[in-house]
């Protein structure tokens, strides 16, 4: 299948900061990405959808001040978590969509907030 | 997407079938069944999918009911790496590239020495 990588896989950083995170199609283009957080033990929660060249579109609940998204090209995302508190620690994981509408995962990217 | 139903967990002795249940009783025509399965700190992995025929692939089988409303994964010998979180989703294929997949609480298989 095809592949989608995540970077950093995991990051720690003091409160107040901001973290950025990739995500990147290695071999398709990526119509349509998303982004998911995973908390301990629990399931994946939608995020927010993003498609190259346009606005993202946030979940009920996500504040789209806080966590920014840019899809700037047909393999690369990005989500930026701003001004991280210890409650946004979590499992960070995106997924992109090609022409046949599959999704593929990435690894995912560990964040922890001190 | 309709809504699934499966097992919070199940045990499984190791070279032994792992049978996963999933009830979607309100699947609708057009959706489809998929099996994605999330190994601990990993992203999810696409497993099977199916619409209503029986699939099978080097990872596992699929069998859905004749009438849709539930269906099994079955892994035909467990090894200790399929220890995962398994999903069930019923979504629509095709059509708008950006159908999401919603997750549920999936089963998680812990398969046994």
């Known amino acids: 299948g095809a592949v989608v990588s995540q970077h950093p896989s995991r990051v720690i950083c003091k409160s107040g900061t901001s973290v950025k995170i990739e995500c990147r199609s290695l071999?398709?283009?990526?119509?349509?990405m998303f982004w998911y957080r995973q908390f301990p033990k629990k399931s994946l929660m939608l995020m927010a959808t993003?498609?190259?060249?346009?606005?993202?579109?946030?979940e009920q609940g996500v504040e789209k001040d806080k966590f920014l998204i840019n899809h700037a090209s047909l393999t690369l995302s990005t989500l930026t978590v701003t001004s991280a508190h210890p409650e946004d620690s979590s499992f960070y994981i995106c997924?992109?969509?090609?022409?046949?509408?599959?999704?593929?995962f990435g690894p995912g990217t560990r964040l922890t907030v001190l | 997407d309709a809504k699934t139903t499966q097992p919070t967990s199940m045990d499984c002795a190791e070279g032994r079938a792992a049978n996963l249940p999933c009830n979607h009783s309100t699947i609708s025509g057009n959706e489809y069944v998929y099996w994605y399965r999330q190994i601990h700190s990993q992203g999810p992995q696409y497993i099977i999918h199916g619409l209503k025929n029986n699939e099978t692939n080097e990872m596992a089988s699929l069998i859905i009911t004749e009438d849709r409303k539930s269906s099994t994964l079955i892994l035909p010998h467990a090894t200790l790496r399929d220890t995962a979180v398994y999903y069930c989703i019923v979504r629509v294929a095709g059509g708008n590239a950006g159908n999401m997949l919603t997750f549920g609480g999936g089963t998680r298989l812990m398969v046994k020495p």
């Open positions: 071999d398709f283009q990526a119509t349509t």
């Open positions: 997924s992109a969509t090609g022409n046949n509408n599959e999704q593929f």
């Open positions: 993003s498609n190259e060249g346009s606005k993202a579109t946030y």
